[in-house]
Each structure stands twice: as C-alpha cells, then as structure tokens.
C-alpha cells in the first residue's frame, strides 16, 4: 500500500460532473493523496509521462480511444500503480478484459458516494475494489468453467490436446509439444470430438473457448 501523505491519484474520465465527482471520492477514501485529473486518453498518457502514480480511476470509454491504453501503460511503466476501473459496462468482455490488463479492481459508477468510498477504502485491507455485480460475475465465470469442464469428462491429457487445438496447433506440432506420437495425438482428438459433439476445428475453438480453456482477447 502506497503512503497517502505523499501518494498521488489520477482520475480518468470525460465527463466534467461525473470527473470531479470521481476526484471527491478519491479524496473521502484518501485524504493524503494528490489527485490529478485527464479528461481523456493523450492528457491521460502526458500525465504518465511526467508523474507516478500510487492510485488510478480509469474510465474505459473514452473520447480519443480506450481506457484498456491507460491500463496497460500503467501496468507496464508503474506496476506499483493501483489501478481501478470506474465505468458504466456492466459485462464480462470489459470487466475480464481490464483485469487482463492489469486493473487491480472494477467499480460501476451508477453506485451512491458512500459506496464508492468504501470499495475504495476496502484497498487499505488489501480488499480488491470492486463493485458487487462485478464481483458476482467473477464468480458466475469462473464456477461456470468448472461445471462445464467437469460435464465434458475431459481427461487431463484430452484437455491439453483441446488446448493446443484449439489455438490453432497442428496435429503434428501438438503431437511434438506434448511428445507423443502423430497417431496417438489423432486418437486424443477423435475422441475429444465425440466427447464434446464437435465435428471440425472451428466447432472445438469455440469449445475450448467456452470451457474456459483458451482466452479471446
């Protein structure tokens, strides 16, 4: 944790009402920071490259490109950086993809002041920011995997040849990755096909996909 009478914060958001807005509960969460504000991403990576940060609200849409820029400079350049993303998506493919990037914790902004700063206070506890929705997807995700790799009856090793199939691998590249034979590499792949109800390569991605086996980014 970064020591609040000397940290700074930064605040990205587009909106003028909703960016102060964001400012005021920094400052309830953490009186001893400095908060400095952008109102989009170029202010937002000059910033970066002047200044370190201890905290970040990031937006994720923004007027000049995405929030995720932000995010990955900050992980990439300031990975003491605690980064939050402050937005109104309320879906998987935002909330895992910011998290990917290297965000720390993900509020929605619709929420009341008081709720706001106690996600944000919740990081003193080494709790991670992050909205109770999105908390709910996280867990929704993640049980659904393992329900749906538990119902495919994948063996260990049919569940690393899906893998490799279904990013893209060759029988024969995967047969050498996993040193095994080009036939016995076929045999696995038949008989994930039958298990899974697939009958081509596209149909088996989607399914690795599904069960969480490979990432889309």
Known sequence: MWVEEQGSALVVED?????????????????GLTVHAAANLAEAMSLLGGMQF??????LGLPDGS????????HSA???????????????????AALKSGAKGYILKDQDRGRIVSYLQGI???QPAMSAASSQRLIN???????ALAQAKLTPREVEVLCLIGK????????????????????YVKTIYNKLGVSNRSEV????????LIDVD
């Not at 960016?19 to 400052?27: D, E, G, Y």
């Not at 929030?67 to 400079?73: E, F, K, L, Q, Y």
């Not at 300031?78 to 895992?96: K, M, P, S």
């Open 141 to 147: 995700h993640f049980n659904n995997k393992a329900d």
């Open 67 to 74: 929030g995720m820029d932000v995010i990955r400079a900050l």
């Open 15 to 31: 909106n003028p009402e909703t960016r102060v807005w964001l400012c005021s509960c920094v400052v309830s969460a953490f009186p």
């Open 205 to 212: 991605t989607l399914e690795a996909i599904r069960l969480g």
């Open 78 to 96: 300031q990975a003491q950086c605690h980064v939050v993303v402050a937005t109104i998506y309320d879906d998987d493919r935002n909330l895992f």
């Open 124 to 126: 003193k506890k080494d």
């Open 168 to 187: 893209g691998f060759s029988v024969e590249d995967a047969a050498g990755m996993l040193q095994l034979s080009t036939d016995t590499v076929k045999g």
């Open 54 to 59: 201890d905290l970040a609200l990031v937006d």
